[in-house]
């Protein structure tokens, strides 16, 4: 998935900065630190200023912080790019403690819900190659979409709707959950995510919902 390979590269390169960084500060945290015992005492610097040292510091900091802020963004602006046709629409509402999946755009809108009890988690229906917008929203307290395996997450808020798409490239199905505490049964808020052929979706959503989603 395109999103999935772009967190990847996100995450891993920031945690390579982010680990190079730390060891430097390390190294030169021991050497001062080995370098002031092995020496006979010395007395205070006079000096209550060192600015070029202080700049260069300085310097530094702010390029790695442009640089990471810079490319982050340019990352995502990939992920999300927009769509060149009309997204699928599909309106999400957490709501406790389970899912609601509107199609308004079916000939006659329908939903799928359960009770995210046992074997009873409602499942999202996607075709695959074209754009999806999910609109989540939230009926009591904030909820959080989030499907492990494609690392995508957002928030459901009360009166008020987050954006999404996501264009799926291949045909499976995924586990979500939710990860925003919100309840005694928080931990059950599970759904399914299922990915078909255009044709199959477009049967599936004509034939009112059944099908596609067994």
Known sequence: MRQRHIFGVVFALESIIAGVVFVVVLVVFGYALTRRRATRPV???????????????????????????????????????????????????????????????????HSVSGTCRGGDLPTLVVPTGRPVQLRLTSRDVIHSLWIPDLRYKMDAFPHHVNTFTLTMDRQGRWLGKCAEFCGERHYEMHFWVRAVSPEKYDRWLHGGGQGAAA
Do not use: I
């Not at 260069?56 to 340019?74: H, I, K, P």
């Not at 990352?75 to 769509?83: L, S, T």
């Not at 406790?96 to 079916?106: D, H, I, L, V």
């Open 43 to 109: 007395t205070a610097s006079q000096r209550s200023e060192r600015p070029r040292p202080e700049a260069y510091y300085v310097g530094v900091l702010a390029a790695f912080a442009v640089f990471l802020v810079s490319w982050t963004a340019w990352q995502n602006h990939r992920e999300h790019r927009a769509a060149d046709r009309p997204p699928v629409r599909v309106d999400v509402t957490g709501f406790q403690w389970c899912w609601k999946f509107a199609y308004p755009q079916a000939a006659q809108r």
